[in-house]
């Protein structure tokens, strides 16, 4: 069975404090990694892909990165509007029409 | 142009209550689904229709009723709910076109059954 696991479940940062979220996973021949951010009451919005090791994304102050066993999504100097739950999913198997399976996500407040 | 809407916004209905959800998307993806999201959890898949036919239904209970009029409409039936089906519920779409996918959610319908 497909596995993700994200931690930290809070982070709490300071305007301009630089850190890393972590999803790690055990899945069936991954088809893709993909990064979300959720905030409150609302849906998921899309923020990377990432499809093999050693592949990294970048968008303004989040960079997401790739190995076999984890994904992490580094936030470099964050302000308070990056605060949101960051989801990591994973699509694995075969087949056209894919499942993602989600991880619990990290809540992250950034305070000034 | 990513979009993908859902109405209405929020639902209050009563268990006897037979009420819809609505989504549309017009980016020409052939794969739409429908997740729910209980609170402080991530989403969970319920339907996936690939080519406008069921192709996934992860065993929802026969009180939530799917329907996939065309390749742009995705409705949910829902027909005597139960208080634990509150929830939000979002729609997604994808492309269907490779074996690698993004899905894009929309902004989801906040259910609430009396």
């Known amino acids: 069975e497909d596995q993700v696991t994200q931690s930290p479940e809070a982070l709490r940062l300071q305007e301009g404090e630089s850190s890393s979220l972590n999803c790690s996973y055990t899945?069936?021949?991954?088809?893709?990694l993909f990064w979300y951010r959720q905030d409150p009451g609302k849906g998921p919005e899309f923020l990377f892909t990432?499809?093999?090791a050693g592949e990294e994304k970048e968008k303004e102050r989040l960079k997401a990165t790739l190995t076999k066993k984890e994904s992490f999504l580094h936030i470099t100097a964050p302000k308070p509007e990056d605060s949101a739950t960051y989801l990591c999913?994973?699509?694995?198997?075969?087949?056209?029409?894919?499942?993602?399976?989600f991880g619990t996500g990290t809540r992250l407040q950034v305070t000034l | 142009d990513t979009e993908v809407t859902q109405t209405p916004k929020h639902l209050v209905m009563g268990m006897t209550n037979k009420k819809s959800l609505k989504c549309e998307q017009h980016?020409?993806?052939?794969?739409m689904y429908w997740y729910k999201q209980k609170a402080k959890k991530p989403p969970e898949l319920m339907f996936v229709?690939?080519?406008?036919?069921?192709?996934i239904n992860e065993s929802v209970p026969s009180r939530f009723s799917p329907e996939c009029p065309n390749s742009s409409l995705l409705n949910l039936h829902l027909h005597a709910l139960q208080p634990e089906d509150s929830a939000l519920y979002l729609c997604?779409?994808?492309?269907?076109?490779?074996?690698?996918?993004?899905?894009?959610f929309g902004p989801g319908t906040r259910l609430l059954v009396l």
């Open positions: 229709y690939s080519y406008e036919k069921l192709s």
């Open positions: 997604a779409s994808s492309l269907l076109a490779r074996q690698r996918e993004t899905q894009y």
């Open positions: 899945v069936s021949g991954l088809r893709g």
């Open positions: 990432l499809y093999s």
């Open positions: 999913a994973v699509q694995a198997g075969t087949g056209t029409a894919s499942k993602l399976t």
């Open positions: 980016m020409g993806h052939r794969a």
